[in-house]
Each structure stands twice: as C-alpha cells, then as structure tokens.
C-alpha cells in the first residue's frame, strides 16, 4: 500500500483476459507458461487505477520469492521475479539487458521492473549469471536505492560483478560460487 492508500497486487498468470488499463505497457499476455502482473487498486478499493502483464515468450515467475513487491515514498512499484523468456521487456542502458543464457529454459534470470505511480515503466533489468538464479531474492526499495540480494549458481568467489558507468547500479557483490549476489540499484 501506497501513502494514499492505493493497493498493488502483483503475481502470476496464464490468463490471456486479464485486466490491463488504457496505455499499460503491456496490455496482452505474451505466451509461454506465465506472464507477471500488476495491478493498482484505488484507496476504496472499488477500482483498478492501471494494470499490466509483465512478460515475454516463455515463463515470468513470482513463486517462492521471499519479497516480490515493494513500493516507495513517492509510489514507485517495484517489481521482483524470475523469468526465462529471451525477450523479456528490458530497457536501453539497463544493469543487464540481456538474458545471461538466452537458451536456457531452466533457472532463469532475475528481473526488477520499476514502474511509476501513473503505471509507465521507469527501468527494467535483468540481474543474474549464466546458471540462473534460484527463488530466495528479496527486493528491498527507498526512493533512492533499490536493492536485491539473493544467490545465482555460478558467481566465481568473491566476484565483483561488473556495473558499467550509467546502468544506475551503485554497487555490486558477489560472493559464489552458488553465493549471495547483492545489487544495489541507484534510482533513476
């Protein structure tokens, strides 16, 4: 819930009919096995104020996420999931705009979409190696940071993980193999 009172609801679904608002994103289901969503509802709770799938080709995933939604001071939504679509809707100068192993249909890259309060999408990223990541990510979201910690399967010891100047990535740690990776997002 928002400062407002505005609620978000977000999770999964195989559904091709599910509502989506005038100027979402992403207003159809784009196929595989799940796409995301999310949904904000009016403080009365009596409306959708804007709704959105969020997905690609193959399968988006919430399930067994420890945090999959956190939302700002200034009702920024942040999203957190799993996917292993290579199409997945990233934006240009992301952290990872590019699956890790574009043919992988196992594990899968994690995803943090940011959309604003009126429903756009701010950043999209993806953030994980090329063994995927497994489902114990935890989003954690200020206004001025965002910051997921979680594991991927085949981060080196003590990796770095590079972060090139203007991706909004403020640090970076690794700490594998099959480790902890933690990214903090600066926002944009």
């Known amino acids: 819930m928002d400062a407002a009172g505005n609620a978000y609801l977000t999770g999964f679904t195989a559904g091709t009919d599910f509502p989506t608002s005038a100027g979402a994103p992403q207003r159809t289901y784009a196929g595989g096995v799940h796409d995301a969503f999310v949904i ?5 709770g009596s409306a959708m104020v804007w709704g959105t799938y969020l997905g690609g ?3 988006e995933n919430l399930n067994g996420l420890s945090s999959r939604l956190a939302v700002d001071s200034n009702s920024n939504v942040y999203v957190l999931g799993i996917t292993n679509s ?3 809707s990233t934006r240009v100068g992301s952290f990872q705009p590019n699956p890790a192993d574009p043919n992988s249909t196992d594990y899968g890259d994690v995803f943090v ?3 604003d309060a009126a429903g756009h999408i701010v950043y999209s990223t993806l953030a994980t190696s090329k063994k995927g990541a497994h489902f114990d990510f935890t989003l954690v979201a200020t206004a ?7 594991h991927a399967d085949d981060r080196p010891a003590n990796d770095a993980c590079p972060h090139p100047a203007g991706t909004g990535i403020a640090a970076c740690a690794g700490k594998g193999p099959g ?3 933690v ?6």
């Open 113 to 115: 979409t940011k959309i």
């Open 183 to 188: 990214v903090d997002l600066v926002a944009r």
């Open 40 to 44: 904000k509802i009016n403080p009365a």
């Open 144 to 150: 001025s940071h965002q910051a997921i910690d979680g």
């Open 86 to 88: 290579p199409d997945y």
């Open 57 to 59: 080709t193959r399968d």
């Open 179 to 181: 480790g902890s990776l």
